[in-house]
């Protein structure tokens, strides 16, 4: 954020009206002499032009159009709605959002609406609604950006595995990596979504390859990165390395309590209470697994009563 009595230093408007001045510290010496016609004539257009200057200088930044104001007021109220859990008012901003952004024809912003309104609607339990929504971006029509349509494959892919529709998942996840032009900032979702298909398959030992990479790197988005934990985690307590598991359930904890993810902060203590028990510290395991339905009770009436 740039500090406010530093604007004009910065600022396009300051600069461009900073070289002009030394043209008024060439005219003094005229100025000096002799009040002649010509002396008083330059000196009328050098005040005039600063006046003009100045003018300009300190004018207000043109604001943006009105429409485009409110679309992105509804956004960012929308977001604060989900971060907050507050899914009915998320849904309502996102799709004042839409409609705004569709008025002003501005396609990536179209495309990033009706992703969130499908995020949305996927939390509330309504897939219909969201995989129709993702369909929009998909299907023929406005050519929306192909990292729009990337995003949009993905979230499909993530919702019908939800499903325990792997065969659609794993064509929705191929799209989504043939539109994901290189360096793909989705790549990361990608491996964990690979990761969790493998689980499925029983092949715990790709699953851990697949998330390696992430759980690797200091510096990476935290929702995925709890994403891996938990996934290497479940991968690990299945090969019967129960320390490991732990270790890897508490580290997604940490993160998803950062991110404030109350249903996987739920699956995150459920799978300590789990990891603990194989480890046989009993006491420790009931204490996990009670947090763990608490966690679910307060989210699930949260959900219901938002």
């Given amino acids: 954020m740039i500090n406010a009595k530093f604007v004009g230093r910065f600022s396009p408007v300051g600069a461009a009206c900073r070289p002009r001045l030394p043209i008024f510290a060439a005219g003094r010496p005229l100025l000096r002499g002799a009040r002649s016609v010509v002396a008083t004539v330059i ?173 690797a790197k200091m510096e990476m988005d935290k929702e995925e990165l709890g994403n891996a934990r938990r996934i290497a985690a479940a991968a690990e307590a299945a090969l019967g390395r129960q320390e490991a598991a732990l270790g890897d359930y508490q580290a997604a904890l940490e993160l998803d309590k950062e991110l404030g993810l109350s249903s996987r902060i739920a699956e995150d203590l459920g799978g300590i209470a789990s990891a603990l028990a194989r480890l046989g510290r009993k006491d420790e395991a009931e204490g996990y697994a009670r947090r763990a339905q608490a966690v679910s009770e307060v989210a699930v009436t949260a959900g219901r009563t938002r």
């Fill in 43 to 215: 000196e009328f257009v050098l005040f005039g032009l600063l006046a003009v200057l100045l003018t300009s200088c300190g004018s207000a930044p043109q604001r943006p159009p009105a429409a485009l104001e409110q679309a992105q007021s509804a956004d960012k109220s929308a977001r604060r709605a989900l971060r907050e859990g507050d899914l009915v008012r998320a849904r309502a901003l996102f799709a004042e959002t839409l409609t705004l952004q569709q008025s002003l024809d501005n396609l990536p912003a179209v495309a990033t609406a009706l992703i969130n309104l499908s995020t949305v609607a996927h939390r509330q339990h309504d897939d219909a609604a969201a995989l129709g929504l993702l369909d929009r971006v998909l299907a023929g029509g406005p050519p929306y950006p192909a990292q729009m349509r990337a995003a949009a494959a993905f979230r499909k892919a993530v919702i019908q595995l939800d499903a325990g529709r792997t065969g659609e998942a794993e064509s929705a996840l191929a799209l989504a990596e043939k539109e994901c032009a290189e360096p793909c900032a989705l790549r990361p979702g990608f491996l964990n979504l690979q990761a969790r298909l493998a689980m499925g398959r029983a092949d715990y030992a790709a699953a851990l390859a697949l998330v390696q990479p992430i759980t």
